[in-house]
């Protein structure tokens, strides 16, 4: 099979198509086969394509497949969390690639999963949209029930023109948070149709803060930081408020009694089948912004890096 390995650290042009042998049923106990239409493009794959996390994942060294996201065909009947989950069904999921470090991710035609990490697609969701969905929902999802505001609350959220942000955002509003939202100029009307209260423009902290101040003068009860600004977006939480970070190394160290939280997205078949059915509904919305083929994949990394345009980059098997 196709595989899309990560032959050493670097920029986009490490990324180098082999071929590898196919997994056969079995092979990894308690694993099920999967083979793929559409894989993402996440940060977190950006990050460690360029050797960021290098020391964190020690002792895996490249060459390994990177991937998270994906949307495919069982090959394998497997439980589900409505049920059995035949041979051929639509599924999505995210295999959680930083955690596990098997370095055996989704760039590839077929990968061995775990069953609680899978989710049926609905019929009128289509692959490049499925696999658009799981890493960056679960993870504003868990990453909003951290924070643990009530209904009334104000909430601000950075990078809200993400992939991960606009999950936020539209997560926060049905809970009832009043929302300002930190966008690409451009995105506000869009933002504000999903649920933001309030849009600035993306600028430098002092730009951010000054807007928000206005919004909020005491400052806002939690902070949902998913453009990574980290310890300079703190002074837009009040006292006692909550901070939420979306990796370990941009989380700052609290201040003001302000509670201070990371989350790194964690597989929930059972939430993933409720947001994928929301999808379908049309009551939850997520944005794909370039779709390549597999064998693109460098340059698939180059798009998401320039920020191309808002929302997941997919690869397409």
Request: proline share 7%; aromatic share 6%.
């Amino acid at each position: 099979m196709r595989v899309v390995e990560v032959t050493t650290y670097g920029g986009p042009e490490v990324l180098d198509m082999v071929r590898r042998p196919e997994p056969v049923a079995g092979e990894r106990p308690g694993r099920v086969r999967v083979r793929l239409h559409a894989a993402g493009v996440t940060i977190t794959d950006l990050r460690i394509r360029a050797g960021l996390y290098a020391d964190e994942l020690s002792p895996l060294k490249p060459p390994f497949v990177l991937g998270a996201d994906f949307a495919g065909k069982l090959l394998d009947p497997a439980p589900g969390p409505e049920g059995e989950l035949s041979v051929g069904t639509r599924v999505a999921g995210f295999v959680p690639w930083y955690t596990e470090r098997s370095g055996e991710g989704t760039y590839a035609e077929i990968v061995q999963v775990e069953p609680g990490w899978l989710a049926p697609v609905p019929d009128d969701v289509g692959f490049t949209q499925a696999a658009s969905v799981p890493l960056a929902a679960i993870t504003a999802h868990q990453g909003l029930e951290r924070l643990g505001l009530p209904a009334g609350s104000s909430l601000l959220v950075t990078g809200a023109s993400g992939v991960v942000g606009r999950f936020a955002v539209q997560f926060a509003a049905a809970a009832g948070l009043e929302v300002m939202a930190v966008s690409y100029e451009g995105d506000e009307s869009e933002l504000k149709v999903l649920g933001a209260k309030h849009c600035v423009r993306r600028g430098d902290g002092a730009e951010i803060l000054a807007a928000a101040r206005e919004v909020a003068p005491d400052g806002f009860d939690g902070l949902f930081d998913g453009a990574l600004i980290g310890e300079t977006a703190l002074p837009a939480v009040k006292n006692g408020g909550a901070f939420v970070a979306l990796a370990e190394d941009r989380a700052p160290l609290s201040v003001r009694d302000i509670r201070v939280e990371t989350v790194l997205g964690k597989p929930d078949a059972v939430l993933l089948t409720k947001l994928l059915k929301q999808v379908e509904a049309r009551e939850l919305i997520t944005r794909v912004a370039d779709v390549m083929p597999l064998e693109e994949a460098s340059e698939a990394h180059r798009r998401a890096e320039a920020g191309h345009r808002p929302g997941r980059v997919i690869l397409m098997i």
